[in-house]
């Protein structure tokens, strides 16, 4: 089994970019779907984007479209979050979920089984 750490979280201010990293060890990561989950002070988790296993099937959550890019390294057994324009709204822990049973990029947590420690992002206004 892989296990998942976060990386790249920070303060912000709106408007502003952060790229956050998922790196995996323990195990091949190209063989997982990999999805990025948000959990805001005093709000429910909500996903936010997800990448399929090879890499060619992307989803978002409405409100990153545009501003959010997921991508993945392979190589490097990592997976990438590019946020920019990033909003006091986008602040919370991020975390990134794996899984390799899911076929495609996948937006509903329970379907994860992996699951990284969380990094957190803070957009000041």
């Known amino acids: 089994q892989v296990h998942l750490i976060e990386s790249g979280g920070g303060l912000v201010q709106a408007g502003g970019s952060l790229r956050l990293s998922c790196a995996a060890s323990?195990?091949?990561?190209?063989?997982?779907?990999v999805a990025w989950f948000r959990r805001a002070p005093g709000k429910e988790r909500q996903f936010v984007a997800a990448i399929s296993a090879s890499g060619g099937s992307t989803f978002y959550v409405e409100s990153v479209q545009g501003r959010f890019t997921i991508s993945r390294d392979n190589a490097k057994n990592t997976v990438y979050l590019q946020m920019s324009s990033l909003r006091p709204e986008d602040t919370a822990v991020y975390y990134c979920?794996?899984?390799?049973?899911?076929?495609?990029?996948?937006?509903?947590?329970?379907?994860?089984?992996?699951w990284g420690q969380g990094t957190q992002v803070t957009v000041s206004s």
């Open positions: 323990g195990g091949s990561l190209s063989e997982y779907a």
């Open positions: 979920a794996a899984d390799p049973k899911v076929t495609g990029p996948a937006p509903v947590a329970r379907e994860y089984d992996y």
